[in-house]
């Protein structure tokens, strides 16, 4: 069940009841592709970083080790050791990124594995299953995500046919949730809305799967090609035709700016590779911009990476020893930047939420982004 509990503009503080725990909102969830944070980072660091989800990936997971083997094993919760939240995207985007590998039908998606090329099919009814036999808190419908850019005529025929998918996955989900041997009997379900940069196409989708009634709803297909202007116009315009008591979620996005816009223009659960994958370039985040941690003048720097930050990284190591980590190859500086920027992004999101709750959002916003821009 989904409260909200604030508005501040259209700034929305929310707070999401699951079975596997209470999702505060705006909430950053971190992402575990293969059901862990990539650059060494256990459970038991996320716990102490201040995660509230976990986000999965349901094709990777399928693939490899196979979504039967964990649900043997008691679902991804038990699998992978954690307690809270989870949520598993429904494969759809993976899927469609393997272009050369892959055939649309209306029954759903052949394509060939990019481990091992062996050929599988996914539909709304399998990608509910193997969503099912992980056993995540919430579950991703199966959507197509179409190509940037793609005309008219192509976008439209795109979100018609992903609608009547929301309309399997529902289906499917409910008869799943019945059966006695289901692990999560309470998995939830996000549609997605869908229609590019169109719109028209975006509000009429929105509007059609508001009808539907899920638990929470997605904006899919952004952060693909378009400009931030475009994307935040887009958001702008779809956010008010999404079920306001509901949760909204931006998938894939983003920078600390792209989150600070969108929980601006009503979204509240965000996820992006960015805190980790720049992490292990040897990127930092901080309140006063990016840190290339890599750079010459932090070889005898004995500061922390950002100074009155709380997270494992900044209360025992300075920016020399990381430097010199990365530069030796040694796995333990990819893993505390890791450390570092998921904390950062955790922080943020509860300044967000208190700021909102204090009805001060737009001067958090202009006074973070204004920081924010001192390293340049």
């Known amino acids: 069940m989904y409260q909200l ?75 992978m050791n954690w307690e809270r939240p989870i949520l598993t995207d429904s494969g759809g985007f993976q899927v469609f990124s393997l272009a050369g590998l892959r055939k649309i039908r209306e029954e759903g998606v052949y394509f060939h594995s990019h481990v091992d ?59 799943l949730n019945r059966i006695e041997t289901t692990i999560n009997r309470h998995q939830l379900l996000f549609g997605i809305n869908q229609g590019g940069t169109f719109a028209d196409i975006r509000i009429d989708h929105a509007k059609r799967i508001s009808e539907l009634e899920l638990d ?5 297909g952004l952060a693909v090609g ?16 999404l079920p306001l008591e509901k949760p909204t979620y931006l998938m894939g996005v983003g920078t600390p700016a792209n989150i600070l816009e969108a929980v601006d223009r009503g979204v509240d659960f965000f996820d992006c590779v960015y805190p980790s994958r720049n992490g292990r370039h040897g990127h930092a985040y901080t309140n006063q911009g990016k840190r290339n941690l890599l750079n010459a003048q932090y070889e005898l720097d004995d500061r922390p990476i950002e100074e009155g930050c709380g997270c494992p990284a900044c209360r025992s190591y300075s920016r020399a020893y990381i430097r010199h980590l990365l530069k030796a190859k040694e796995m333990l500086g990819l893993r505390l930047l890791v450390l570092h920027n998921l904390y950062f992004y955790n922080t943020m999101m509860s300044e967000i939420r208190e700021a909102i709750e204090q009805d001060r959002y737009q001067a958090y916003k202009k006074e973070k982004l204004d920081r924010m821009k001192e390293l340049g």
């Open 5 to 79: 509990i604030h508005r501040d503009g259209r700034a929305k503080r929310g707070r999401l009841t699951t079975v596997h725990g209470v999702i505060e909102t705006p909430v950053f969830m971190n992402v575990g592709t293969a059901a862990a944070i990539k650059g060494a980072v256990s459970t038991m660091d996320l716990y102490e970083i201040g995660t509230q989800v976990e986000l999965s990936n349901t094709y990777h997971l399928h693939v490899r080790p196979g979504d039967q083997v964990v649900k043997q094993l008691g679902g991804l919760h038990r699998f």
């Open 117 to 175: 090329g062996k050929k599988i099919f996914m539909g709304p009814e399998e990608s509910m299953q193997i969503q099912s036999n992980l056993a995540s808190t919430i579950a991703m419908a199966f959507d197509e995500c179409p190509p940037y850019p793609a005309t008219r005529e192509y976008m439209t025929n795109s979100v018609d046919r992903t609608t009547r998918w929301l309309v399997r996955c529902k289906t499917e989900m409910e008869k």
């Open 216 to 220: 929470g709803y997605a904006l899919g």
């Open 226 to 241: 378009e400009s931030h202007e475009e994307m935040y116009s887009i958001i702008e315009q779809t956010v008010p035709y």
